[in-house]
C-alpha cells in the first residue's frame, strides 16, 4: 500500500514537498509516478521516474517548476513543487508500477499497479 502525505494550502508562489512510501515492501524495483486530479477533470500524469531512477518524465505543466526525486535508505519518492499556481490545485496521487514501465506510458496512460488514497493541494490567495 502506498501513503503520501504533505499536502495542504498554500499562496500562489508558494511551496510544498509530497512524499510516498510503501507501507510494506520496498518502492525499489518500481516506477513510481505523481499524478493529479483537479476539480472537474480527468486524472493526468503529472511526474514519473524510472525505477533505477535514471529517467523522468514532466507534464508540461509543471515542467521547471515540480522534481520528482527518490530517496532509498527512506523508501520514500518525493515530489517537490515550488512555484504554485491556482492551476495545480487537485488531489494528488501517487503509483507504483511494474520495472519495466517507461516513464512516458506511465505518465502518459496512467499506468499503475499500485495506487495511494491521495492527498489535496490547495493553491489559493
Known amino acids: 500500500q502506498l501513503v503520501e502525505s504533505g499536502g495542504g494550502s498554500v499562496q500562489p508562489g508558494g511551496s510544498l514537498r509530497l512524499s510516498c512510501t510503501a507501507s510494506?515492501?520496498?518502492?525499489?524495483?518500481?516506477?513510481i509516478g505523481w499524478f493529479r486530479q483537479a476539480p472537474g477533470k480527468e486524472r493526468e500524469g503529472i511526474s514519473c521516474l524510472s525505477s533505477t531512477a535514471g529517467a523522468t518524465h514532466y507534464a508540461d505543466s509543471v515542467k521547471g517548476r515540480f522534481t520528482i526525486s527518490k530517496d532509498y535508505a527512506k523508501n520514500t519518492v518525493y515530489l517537490q513543487m515550488d512555484s504554485l499556481n491556482v492551476d495545480d490545485t487537485g488531489v494528488y496521487y501517487c503509483?507504483?508500477?511494474?520495472?519495466?514501465?517507461?516513464?512516458?506510458?506511465?505518465?502518459?496512460?496512467?499506468?499503475?499497479?499500485?495506487w495511494g488514497q491521495g492527498t489535496q493541494v490547495t493553491v489559493s490567495s
Open positions: 510494506r515492501g520496498t518502492l525499489d524495483y518500481y516506477a
Open positions: 503509483a507504483a508500477a511494474h520495472f519495466r514501465t517507461t516513464v512516458q506510458d506511465m505518465c502518459g496512460r496512467g499506468l499503475g499497479d499500485y
